[in-house]
């Protein structure tokens, strides 16, 4: 049905390979036969964790984000490695950031960032029975953690303060949840 | 307060400038003095338009998005093009991608959709009072429009076929505004 709309791959190249950011350049046969180029970044994808714990606050980082020269609040999130099952990554993620394991793990959404110019997709889960350990971040990460109601995300999403799209995805999923108004779906085959 | 998770710029560089994206890399100061590399993607801002219409309903696209492969609805959307200020950008972008016009305007949110590599906002507008009009999309631009229930949206959020981050978070905010639920805030300056 979409024919009208699809662009087609006639040659593709790396176009810049840095220490994180890996660039490429495509060129694409347009629906109207015409040529163009298509520029994107390559990005394993990533997960994000909303821990929730029994009273129903939930635990939060705030870490500060280079290229927007600012403190962010945010859920744990992280890369997934090569390889790497999303799930397991969660796992990884949240206890490496915030030292917390969890009991209940439960697949919540898959989300598109950037659609226009990298083909990263993030997998949010919710970790349930949570316990506290020793959290191990990696080389040069550095970030605080804290409990915080949900109503007071809810509000903070609310008033502009929380601005990190998968933290304000995951905030209204939160809230949908808690309320009883939605049940997260299965878990996607391949996910 | 966030001294222990600064970064500070020691020395900057573009290392990459292709047709659409610049990738820059600058090394930092980490909190704890040791030295990092940070790499990112310069852009320039989007907006994103909520176009809804006085029957509840909002005017949707369906865009091919090369990165992924595959077809995104989405609400309409567009890069700021320099010195442009957002609101006038809103404007542009609905009338060149689906030829509408409007008689209000409000400020929904910020959105920054990719803070680990990207320097990236959205600024996201609820319009109404809708006129239809010719559009004109830019060379090399393929995308279809159509009308949908909000409920549609909603549902389409809850099971997964909506995934792209501006339109997710503006269909939250699209239900929380027709409920009643929460009052979209004064335009921030600056935006």
Redesign the interface.
């Known amino acids: 049905m ?1 024919a ?4 087609t791959q006639k040659d593709n190249r790396q ?2 390979t ?4 890996k ?1 490429q ?2 060129t ?1 046969i ?3 036969g ?1 040529h ?6 390559k990005h394993p994808g990533a997960v994000a964790v909303l821990p929730l714990f029994d009273d129903g606050s939930v635990l939060m980082e ?7 020269h600012r ?2 609040i ?1 859920f744990p999130a992280g890369k997934i490695d090569p390889g790497e099952d999303t799930l397991d990554c969660a796992k990884r993620e949240l206890q490496e950031e915030t030292g917390y394991t969890a009991a209940q793990w439960q697949y919540v ?13 993030l997998v949010l889960y919710v970790a349930r029975g949570l316990t506290q350990g020793e959290r191990k971040l990696d080389e ?1 990460e ?3 953690i804290y409990k915080a109601p949900l109503e007071e995300l809810v509000e903070q ?4 303060e929380i ?4 933290t ?2 995951g905030v ?1 999923w939160l809230e ?1 949840i808690l309320s009883g108004a ?1 049940t997260p ?1 299965p878990r ?1 085959a391949g996910i």
């Not at 009208?4 to 662009?7: A, G, M, P, R, S």
């Open positions: 979409d009208h709309l699809k662009e176009v810049y840095g220490h994180f950011l660039v350049q495509d694409v347009l629906p109207d015409k163009a180029v298509r520029e994107y970044i705030r870490q500060f984000r280079y290229p927007l403190v962010f945010e959404c898959t989300i598109h960032n950037a659609i226009a110019y990298s083909d990263e997709h040069g550095f970030l605080d999403v609310r008033n502009g601005t990190d799209v998968k304000v995805i209204f949908k939605w779906p996607p």
